[in-house]
């Protein structure tokens, strides 16, 4: 694509480069070459203009964009980036496109969504200015269905968010991540199986960050639980943050092969809620325990006042911190 052989130019130019510079060098017209500037930097591409000297491309953008994304992303796990200003639910557009046959590897983010989704039919607040981004499997083995998938993504945003914002961000069993008591991620993973092997066809981990929000504009019914992440580096971070997670997450499914343990290690070692006290809640009521441990299947183990001890499994319960 003409645009792709302008940047290339750019890109291995020290400094400024004339349209029609380029454009000789490709034999096309100085508005050709405008053109694909112009598209470039639609894409985040970031240029300095001169009606004299051309075109300079500078540093890094603060926008989210393919590009921006690209560049921190490492490996070939992620075929392609597609940057939205808006959909409904990043994870519903990749269910619908791995319906249609779409391979992996395919990365969605949004500016903002509509319908964002949580767990158990949840909405997950979605303003601009947040992260909201998903990823396309097809997963060759067994996660346990998907619970090790959204493990492995709790312990890849939790990492990525320790490491790019220096905040000490833990994981609330068994999707949440938590800084100071309160819910500043989420992780929903969806699948669907495939009815011939009984295995997973297709998943789609996506994964919400609340970022320069302010909390009087999230919903009445989750201020006391949610904070959104805020400071100087949080308006640059972003096209890094996204990249650290995948590239983490893709390790962490490379690794996985080698030793599951070690990651439910870090997924104990960064839980925020061993020796808490917690509200397990059912449809029938709830019940007060302390949270004595995470199994290596990564269940959660807890003690009820009575003495009984109880193993909780993926989406069975909801849980609300006591103190
Ligand atoms: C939860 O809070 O229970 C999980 C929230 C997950 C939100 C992310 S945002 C990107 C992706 N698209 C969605 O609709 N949901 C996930």
């Known amino acids: 694509m003409l645009k792709y052989e302008v940047l290339k130019y750019l890109e291995n130019s020290d400094g400024f480069l004339s ?11 100085r508005n050709a070459v405008w053109k694909a500037v112009k598209q470039l930097e639609d ?22 964009s393919q590009y921006g994304i690209r560049k921190y992303l490492s490996g070939d796990f992620v075929r392609e980036v597609e940057v939205l200003d808006e959909v409904s639910s990043t994870n ?23 319908g ?4 158990r039919g949840r909405h997950f607040h979605s303003p601009e200015g947040g992260l909201y981004f998903s990823l396309l499997l097809r997963p060759k ?27 000490p961000v833990g994981i609330k069993w068994v999707n949440d991540i938590y800084l100071d008591g309160k819910k500043c991620a989420g992780i929903l993973t969806e699948a669907t199986v495939d009815f011939e092997t009984g295995g997973v066809a ?12 302010k909390i009087e504009s999230f919903p009445k019914e989750i201020r006391d639980i949610a904070c959104a992440i805020s400071g100087e580096n949080t308006y640059d971070c972003k096209n890094r943050l996204v990249a650290t997670v995948v590239n983490k997450l893709v390790e962490n499914l490379a690794y996985f092969n080698y030793d599951k343990g070690a990651i439910i290690e870090k ?24 949270v004595s441990g995470i199994t290596d299947e990564g269940h959660l183990l807890v003690v009820y006042d009575d003495g009984r001890e109880e193993e909780l499994y993926f989406g069975e319960v909801s849980l609300c911190l006591k103190d």
Not at 202 to 209: E, K, L, P, Q
């Open 116 to 119: 964002g989704k949580g767990r």
């Open 141 to 167: 083995k067994d996660y346990e269905g998907t619970s090790y998938l959204t493990v492995m993504t709790a312990v890849s945003v939790m990492d990525a968010i320790r490491e790019i914002l220096h905040l």
């Open 43 to 64: 894409e985040g591409y970031c240029f300095e203009k001169s009606t004299r000297l051309g075109y300079k491309l500078i540093g890094e953008t603060s926008e989210l």
């Open 267 to 290: 997924y104990r070692k960064g839980s925020v809620l061993i020796g808490k006290r917690v509200n397990v809640i059912r449809e029938e009521g709830g019940q007060i325990a302390r």
């Open 202 to 213: 297709y998943a789609v981990v996506g994964v919400g960050i609340n970022l320069n929000a």
């Open 19 to 29: 349209g029609s510079k380029i454009s000789s060098f490709l034999g096309v017209s």
């Open 92 to 114: 519903t557009y990749l269910m619908e496109r791995g319906s249609k046959g779409e391979k992996e590897g395919l990365l969605v983010v949004a500016k903002r969504q509509t």
